[in-house]
């Protein structure tokens, strides 16, 4: 069991950026696969990002490739996601999870979810 808080949306111009943090308690934070996910009103749930349990590999959605940046700190209990020239279609409520996995970019993957942090990119 792991329980996971998410940290650092808002409202931010497009091209700026933004750092979303997602705090988690409880097991070993390196037993778990990490990813990112977000859903926009109408939408369903789409991956955005996932690192595997010691940060060695990354996977990114072809939509966000070169302008997000996902990392780790297992002593901290912390992943981050860096924005970085964002877009008016990154809107969405971005949710933190995590899998007990080797590796997974599906959403029934994910065993632990936190509540999500709203990004708005405005035009």
């Known amino acids: 069991q792991v329980q996971l808080v998410e940290s650092g949306g808002g409202l931010v111009q497009a091209g700026g950026s933004l750092r979303l943090s997602c705090a988690a308690s409880?097991?070993?934070?390196?037993?778990?696969?990490m990813g990112w996910f977000r859903q926009a009103p109408g939408k369903e749930r789409e991956f955005v990002v996932a690192?595997?349990?010691?940060?060695?590999?990354?996977y990114y959605a072809d939509s966000v490739k070169g302008r997000f940046t996902i990392s780790r700190d297992n002593a901290k209990g912390t992943v981050y996601l860096q924005m970085n020239s964002l877009k008016p279609e990154d809107t969405a409520l971005y949710y933190c999870?995590?899998?007990?996995?080797?590796?997974?970019?599906?959403?029934?993957?994910?065993?632990?979810w936190g509540q999500g942090t709203q990004v708005t990119v405005s035009s």
């Open positions: 999870a995590a899998s007990l996995a080797s590796w997974t970019n599906f959403v029934s993957g994910y065993d632990y």
């Open positions: 690192i595997s349990k010691f940060g060695v590999s990354t």
């Open positions: 409880g097991r070993t934070f390196s037993s778990y696969t």
